[in-house]
């Protein structure tokens, strides 16, 4: 069964701390996305993958990184430079960039 | 810069009755989404619109797309309530590196 699938779906993060929200996806997409909804708004771009070991800025990406080691996976960062981080985040992928971008569950993350 | 422009941003009618919801944008497009979100959810794809003229149609939505005027329109016809949800139009644009740039959703309420 394909699909993306995204973890933890609540995720809590103290002061000062830095926090790693996964996406996985089994699709054989060779793009990945990340993006950061905040209440009443659109999606924002973090950082997007084209292809494995590679991966560039979206127009949010201060206080964020990322890696694509594998075709598979496109692990976020949220990092404690990021001041604002409470917000849904969402992953996407697609065949290529021109394609349509399928999204996972989402993770909610919230600061204590 | 690409900007992509949504209206209404929040929406109440009534069961039975029809309306539009517009999406314009600020540059040419390659190609233009309108996806569905449920509260708490993710993104779901209901239309990808390629050209001038596009039409598409799912059941009591049907998207159009006129490039010249850099506008699409999601038409509801006689709504029921489980199209209660927000709308986002989203549009590609090579110049922006085929990323997808999100209008601010607008908020579908269907009345009994």
């Known amino acids: 069964d394909g699909g993306i699938t995204q973890s933890p779906k609540y995720l809590f993060r103290k002061e000062g701390q830095n926090v790693t929200l996964s996406c996985e996806q089994n699709?054989?997409?060779?793009?990945m996305y990340w993006y950061r909804q905040d209440p009443g708004q659109g999606l924002r771009l973090i950082y997007y993958s084209q292809i494995v070991n590679d991966f560039q800025k979206g127009d949010i990406a201060e206080g964020y990184s990322v890696s694509r080691e594998k075709k598979e996976s496109f692990p976020l960062t949220v990092t404690s430079a990021q001041k604002n981080p409470t917000a849904f985040y969402l992953c996407a992928s697609s065949i290529s960039l021109e394609e349509t971008q399928y999204f996972g569950p989402g993770t909610r993350l919230l600061v204590l | 810069e690409l900007k992509v422009e949504q209206n209404p941003l929040f929406l109440s009618m009534q069961e039975g009755k029809n309306y539009t919801i517009y999406c314009n944008y600020s540059?040419?497009?390659?190609?233009l989404y309108w996806y569905r979100q449920d509260p708490g959810k993710s993104l779901e794809s209901l239309f990808v619109?390629?050209?001038?003229?596009a039409v598409k149609q799912e059941g009591r939505l049907m998207a159009s797309l006129d490039t010249k005027a850099r506008l699409s329109t999601l038409h509801i016809t006689a709504a029921v309530h489980d199209l209660s949800a927000t709308y986002f139009c989203a549009v590609v644009w090579r110049g922006s590196n085929y990323k997808l740039t999100f209008g601010k959703g607008t908020l579908l309420t269907v009345n009994p």
């Open positions: 619109l390629l050209s001038n003229g």
């Open positions: 540059t040419t497009s390659d190609r």
């Open positions: 699709l054989n997409h060779d793009a």
